[in-house]
C-alpha cells in the first residue's frame, strides 16, 4: 500500500513538472530569464514607459544592444542605430550637425542624445513619434539614414540562428516580428539612465560643487532656464519656440508639421541639457557649434555677461554622466 | 490495528491518485469550451468597382471628373465591425479587431469573422484604426508595421491607400499617391460607416449559419461627395492633416451592400 502512496507522490510531482515545462513558453531552452527592474533613481518622477508590456530582462537589454549595434539594420550594412548615435557622444552624432546616412546622404536635423528615454512620451525634435517602440522604424526606413525596409530587415535577422535563439529566450518565441524586435531595442535604450553626473552626486550629498560652479548652479536658476529645462531631466519634455528663425534650405516648421496647427509653428522639443558639454552643436539643425554661440542667440531674451557665461559653462559641464558614456 | 491503518492508507492514497489525474489533465489542455454556442459566422466580400465595372488594377478608367486614371494599389483598414440589432444596439463580432483588405488579391478581399446570434438590420464598420492603436507602441496582425500602412515619422496608419497613374497628374512619372489616415484631432480621418441592408429589412442569424454580405465599393466616390477631388489639383497626399481628413469624407458614399445571404 505505502508502494501505492510513494508512487501517487513521483506522479504528483512529476505532473507537476510537466505543467510547468509543458505550458510555460517563456524557458524554451530550460533557462530561466533574469528579469531586471529599471533603475529609477531616487526622487525622479516616474517614467512614462509601459514596462508591463516590455519586462525588462539582463538578456533582453544585451539582444537590445547587439541590435543597436549590427550594421544589418540598414540596406548596405554600413548604418546600425550607433552610426548616428554614438556612446562617446551621450549617443548624439559627435561633432557633426547631421549626421551621414545611406548612399552619402545627410541627415536633415541634428541627432539627439539617447538618455532618460523611459520619461519621454513623444519622440524626434517634433514629437512626431508616440512610442518609444515605434521609433526604430523611423530611421530603419528613412532613405537618407538606414534605408532598408522593416520586412528586410526581419529576413535578415530570421535568417540568424544566433539571433532567433536569443529571441526565443527573451520573447518565448524564435520568430523575430517587427514588436519583438523594437521591444529588445526599447530594452536596451531605456537603460540608458544618465543619473550619475557630478551634480547627481552633488544632490546626493556624496559630493560639492567647487566655487565656480556653484556659482554657475544660482545663474541657472536666477536666469530662469529650468522653466524649460527643469531638473532632474533638464527639459520640461514640451515643445517651445526659443526664437530661432527659420532656416530657409531647410524649411523645418517643428511641431507644426505633426499637428498642421499654427501656433506650433517653429516649436521643437526641448532637449535635455545632460551631457550637453558632449552633444555640441547645438539646436534642431545644428546651426550653433558651441555655448558662446547659444549664448549669443539667447542675449536678447536672456542677456549673460562673460563671467556669467563662464560660470554658467562651469556648472552644465558638471551634468557630463561619464558612467553612461563609458558604460557601453 | 494493522488492517485498519492500511485501509487508511488506501483510502488516502486512491485519493492522492485522483487529486494527481485531475490535475495532470486540464492542466495544458486548449480552450475548446471559448467559442460561444450561440455563435454564428459572419464573412464580408468586398467588391471593388471602377466606372461600373470590377476594379482591375492596371487597366485605365475615366473618373467623373473626367480625369483618365489607372489604378495601380488599392488597400484599406476596417475593423469594429458590428451588426445593429432591429432593436437598436450595436453587437460587436468577436474575432480580430482589425482587417488589411486588398484589392491586388481576391482572398485578402474577404473578411470573416463571427457574431451572436440575433435580429440584425444594419451593419457598421471602422475605416481606419482607432487612435489607441495608433499610440501604443508596435501592432502585430493586420496591424504590423510592417504591411506598410503605417507612418513612421509621424506615428499613425494609412488607412487607406489609393495609388496609380494619370496624365492628370503634375507630379514625376504621372503619379497619383493618396494615403488617407490620421487620428490626431481635428483631422482624425478614421471614418465609421454605416451601411443599410436593402430589401432584406431586418433579418434572423441562427447560431452556427453564415451570414454572407457582399459589398460594392465604388471607388468613383473616392473623386465625389462632400469633398469633390481632382487629380490635377491634388495628385498626392503623403502625411496625416487637413487633406487626408478631407478626402477620408467621401469614405461614407465609396460602400453599398449589394447582396445578403444566409447560409446553414
Redesign the interface.
Known sequence: ??T??YI??I??LF??A??GI??SKKDTDGNKLNLIQFPKPADWPDPVY?FA?NPLSKEGVALGKKLFFDGRLSKDGNFPCVSCHQPFAAFATFEHDFSHGFNDQFTTRNAPGLFNLAWHSSF?HDG???????QP??P???PNEMAET??GV?DKLNADADYQKQFAKVFGTPEI???NM??ALSQYMLMLVSSNSKYDLVKQGKAGFDVNEEAGYAIFQEKKCTTCHAEPLFTNLAFESNGLPLNPSLNDLGRM????NKADSLKFKVPSLRNVALTFPYMHDGRFWNLQDVYDHYNKTIPLSSVERSLLTEFLKTLTDEKLVNNQ | MYLSC?RI??R??VL??L??TL??LP??QKNIGDENPATAHLEIRFHPQLDGFPLELGSTYQLPTGESFEPTVFKFYTGNIALQQNGGSLISTTKDPYYLINAASTEELILRTSIPEGNYTNLEFLLGVDSAR???????GAL???KGM?W?????YIFAKLEGISPQSTIQGDQVEYHVGGF?VP?NAAQKIRLAIPRYGNFQLKAGQTCIIDIDINLENWFTGPYPLTIASHPVCM????LAWNISRNFSGLFSVTNLSIEE
Request: aromatic residues 10%; proline residues 3%.
Open positions: 500500500m505505502k501505492i502512496f501517487s507522490v506522479l504528483l505532473a507537476v510537466q505543467w509543458g505550458c509601459d508590456s524626434h512626431g513619434i508616440t512610442h518609444l517602440d515605434l522604424l523611423a530603419i526606413t528613412a522593416v520586412q526581419l516580428s517587427t514588436a523594437t521591444k508639421s505633426i499637428t498642421g | 492500511v492508507e488506501n488516502y492514497s492522492i491518485l487529486c494527481w490535475l495532470i492542466s495544458c495608433n499610440v501604443s507602441g508596435v501592432q502585430s504590423d508595421p510592417v503605417f513612421t515619422w509621424n506615428s499613425g490626431r483631422y502625411t496625416p492633416g487637413e
